[in-house]
């Protein structure tokens, strides 16, 4: 399969509606959603752009990482008082209110970092759609990176600019991280 | 080797009836604990080592002016407060012996143990304490010398309470009553500390902890202490 | 009928004076461009000023920190002013200080966020970084107030050859994992949302600059993908970490409570705990804040007068909630108390130390009751700095009387003792305040402040909306 070639139509962050517009017109001249990425400056929902919903595991990660905390608290309260038995004041070996304690804390740790992890993991791991940056997206910008057949670039590039982006041609994947 | 009974549970009875005041129950303590010597600044400031201290009260209007003296050691609490609190440990309560443990290699200093305990019975080395030749051969061989940084506190003379059942296993026989005391219980002129077994109704500890006179210190804590004080008031009887 | 037309036109309706909404931060927009140049510049901008405070700073820290512990640690803990009865001082006070402290961060950029409270836009990433460093400066003093502190490591669970494990049935042993916790969420906390601004960041520099943010950035590109991740990741920690936030202070309120200390033992210590540290914390950001904007090249920009007003506002509600809490502890205890905790209740307000019971109640109540009720006090900055660094004394008050003072009179007179912090304890606390302001100063050069892609947002949310003759504000929910 040969390399797509990417363009990208930078909108500034007033125009939202010329953005959504913009991704209209794309799909009508048969660009389709996996050729299409948006990337900006802030968070937009993909509703307010026509795009469909993305998806995370992050959730799931998020309550696998709780899961393992608890049963390390389970552990820590009842196995180790079990594995080597101390007698302290009147107090039974495991008692069920420090032991709550105890679980809370494990399981909230487990849930938050492991939720980092799933967003780290996630984040480096290779994405779908059309690679791509340019500067100006830190600066507020919403950009439409895209890819499709080369003899619908005049059209594209002339539907585009009458909503008022600009257009970059070509653009490269950049190595932003290591 | 005679058939190992139930564990003994130790006790100890301080008859404050008798109680002089002299201190020689605090200074055979320090004898044979290996105790170290703070310095006048720091007894001064509440450091002393001391494991066992001499409540003095002073009780009546001048001119009848009198002292009422108090020993108070570790209670060697059946539900020590100071024991759940430790992060590592080293405050346990022994199957053995029934009494509270002070294990020195383990404490790591927190002092939460200390604060815990409503008798202020505990003891922190602040520093690395000096004997100066030749004082430190007299330091007792049965007992470590605490390094700074460590929990102490009265044990009820544990090394005297292994070394005696030791001695009685060697034997063939059982402990007798009387056989073990603590330091403190040796030295007392009067005849004020009395300790032995008190799950052993025959014992002179156990008699003397039934007396009418008893009571125990902070009761009302629920800590149920090992040790006992009988008190009458000086005219008990007359 | 003369008169009543005369009466109509004397009672004329109140002119409202219009005021200029371009004075909340919200409705000041700029382009994103320029805030972010704005921000980029107060980043990279050094003054002498600042090297000669970083400087200062370090030089403190090295001594009034670490050598006055090495020093201890040496010697050991009787270079302190510890004696029998009162074992935990000045370092256990400042160590539920910064503990306090810490519970700002969480407030603004958690609760608040959870509540959508717009106005804590500016500012989260401030507060944020507030937390993470008085939780550096407050998990120092569980090693600094051991008398071992070599073998700290027993108190972490780990396998060892001898099968011993930690005491879990103690509250230092909770302390640990709830500090450990707290402090490892609130740094990705910290972290998570200050991603984007890092690529804004990697975008603008280059050098040794370009290449930490680089790293840090994690190849961030503003796909919807990573927005959606991280605002489910955001979502996630903004409500976890709440009760991890009260729990943490709860469990070091435990450390307190559980025990048969007379005045420890109180089922409030929780929630009394909670609400000093939440009024702690808020002041103490209230403070930073000020520095940051007198400071700070461009923060009058984000930092406004409306952020003061609102935090004032909050300021005054806690000191109500902890005040209420105060009275609850102290009529309970009075009323029903046994004899010792009557006596600790007489000690406090007139033994020798009354002094510090009585600055407290000023600092927390009379000071905040008689100031934060006035908008235009409210409004005026350096007031503000005044009355937070009032709250936090206060506050401090506040641990040394619970801590010291009580433990020092309870059920045995003979026992009483009277405890004087010594020279060490008060260099250690004051070189823990130097490292959290050394660090922050690190922090305040290093990375951006101000998280621009929340005020952004927030300001592409905020419009003015005409109703009936007013221009009333009005907020879009973007993220549904």
Known sequence: MAAKVVHLALFKEEQIDHAAEAIGRLHELGISDQDISVISGIPYSERILGRPMSWTNIGRIGLAGAVLGFLVAAFLNFGTPLLYPIRVAAMGLTPIPTAIVVTFELTM??????????VFVETISPSFGPKGYHPKISDGHIGILFSGPAQLDEKIHTSLSELGAELVHEVEEEKLWL | MAEQKVPQKWGLVVDLDRCTGCNACIAACSMENNIPFVGEDDVAYGRGMYWLYNKREWVGEYPEVKPAFEPVMCQQCGNAPCEPVCPVFASVHSEEEQINLAVYNRCVGTRYCANNCPYHARQFNYFDYEMPEPMNSYLNPDVTVRRRGVMEKCTFCVQRIVRGRQKAAAEGREVQD?????????????????????????SKASQAARDQRRYQLLEELGTLPRVTYLKGGGRYGS | MAAETELMQAAKPVEHAEEDPREHLMFDPRPREEMNRMIMEAMTTTTRRYWIWLIGLGLAVAVLLFGAW????????????????????????????????????????????????EFRRPFTRAAELMTTFGLAAGALYPLIHLGRVWVFYWMIPYPNARW???????????????????LLSSTIYLYLPLVPDLAMARDRTKGWRHTIYKILALGWRGTEAEWHRLRKAIGIFAFAII????????????????????????????PYFIVGAILSGVAAVVTILYVLRSTMKHFDYFIRVEHFDALGKLLLVFSMAWAYFFFNEYLVSWYGGDAAIKQVLTLHATGPAAWVWYTMLICNIAIPWLTLWNKTIRRTPWAMFIITLLINVGMYAERYTIIPLTLGHQRSPFDWGIYNPRLTEISIALGTLCLFMFLYLLASRLIPLVPVWEVQEGQMAHRLRKVGKARMPSVTELEE
């Open chain 1, 109 to 118: 740790l487990g849930l938050l970092i492991s939720t980092f992890i799933g």
């Open chain 2, 178 to 202: 009387g056989e073990i005391q603590p330091a403190c219980v040796q030295a007392c002129p009067a005849g004020a500390l009395v300790f032995g077994d008190v799950s052993d109704p025959q």
């Open chain 3, 70 to 117: 090495g020093n201890m640690i040496l010697t050991g803990i009787g270079i302190a002013g510890l004696r029998r009865p009162v074992f935990w001082g000045v370092f256990i006070v400042t160590f539920v200080f910064w503990i306090g402290i810490s519970h700002a961060g969480t407030f603004v950029s958690a609760i608040l966020r959870v509540f959508k409270a």
């Open chain 3, 164 to 182: 011993l494990w930690p005491n879990f049935r103690s509250p230092l042993v909770w302390d640990f994992l709830a500090i450990t916790t707290y």
């Open chain 3, 243 to 270: 009760p991890v936030m009260f729990s943490v202070h709860t469990i070091v309120s435990w450390d307190f409570a559980v025990g048969m200390v007379a005045g420890w033992h109180s089922t409030i210590f929780g």
